[in-house]
């Protein structure tokens, strides 16, 4: 059981590029979320799902873009990178309302 | 919107002691759901202990326990016994009824732990 499994765990970026996120996870939990951490901001929300083919937008959405096919797979893609997106990124999922969130260790971005 | 405020940016406490982390919030609901997570310098995000606001009983976990004050929207974490390991970031998170809820996050509380 690997729980949330995010890659790549570090990425660099120049301005313009484009790349995708992966987070997988085998605990068949139907919300999934992705975060971003930025030093003083803590965790905001970018974009989550509730189930396969279900996303919506979070708190800081713009730039990115995510897709559910699947129940175990949330890929969040930067469509340009831009300076402003370097952060470190977390894929989150939850089985339920009253359960915490399980996180994925992380992907450090950095958009040169 | 749901606001979570953790108002000590960093808090240091003697091992063995005993040391309480703030936090508050701001909801017009009646029904939700608050956490506490611990991020050490592995980054990883951890679960430390969790509260349903339905629940007048306050939530513990061994040497972590809550004090929830719903009227107040206060919730704050008490780490008792403090140990090195405890040294982390440590968020505050609400959670909001409804399917599509989402976490929303303080800034975060620095705890050194000192020998």
């Known amino acids: 059981n690997a729980g949330v499994t995010q890659t790549p765990k570090f990425q660099v970026l120049k301005t313009g590029q484009s790349m995708t996120l992966q987070c997988a996870q085998d605990?068949?939990?139907?919300?999934m979320s992705w975060y971003r951490q930025d030093p003083g901001m803590g965790l905001r929300l970018i974009h989550y799902s509730v189930g396969a083919g279900i996303t919506d937008q979070g708190e800081v959405p713009n730039g990115y873009n995510v897709s559910r096919s699947t129940t175990e797979d949330f890929p969040l893609r930067l469509l340009s990178a831009a300076p402003s997106q370097t952060s470190v990124y977390f894929c989150?999922?939850?089985?339920?309302?009253?359960?915490?969130?399980?996180f994925g260790s992380g992907t450090r971005l950095t958009v040169v | 919107a749901q606001t979570v405020t953790q108002s000590q940016p960093e808090m240091s406490v003697q091992e063995a002691e005993t040391v309480t982390l703030s936090c508050t919030y701001d909801t017009s609901e009646s029904d939700y759901y608050l956490f506490w997570y611990k991020q050490p310098p592995s980054r990883q995000m951890i679960l430390v202990i969790r509260?349903?606001?339905?629940?007048?009983q306050n939530a513990t976990e061994n040497r972590f326990s809550v004090n929830f004050q719903k009227a107040a929207k206060s919730f704050s974490l008490k780490i008792s016994d403090s140990q090195l390991g405890d040294a982390a970031m440590y968020f505050c998170a609400y959670r909001g009824p409804g399917t599509a809820s989402k976490l929303t996050f303080g800034t975060g509380t620095r705890l050194q732990v000192t020998l």
């Open positions: 605990m068949n939990h139907e919300y």
């Open positions: 509260q349903e606001a339905y629940k007048q």
């Open positions: 989150a999922t939850s089985k339920g309302l009253s359960y915490g969130y399980t």
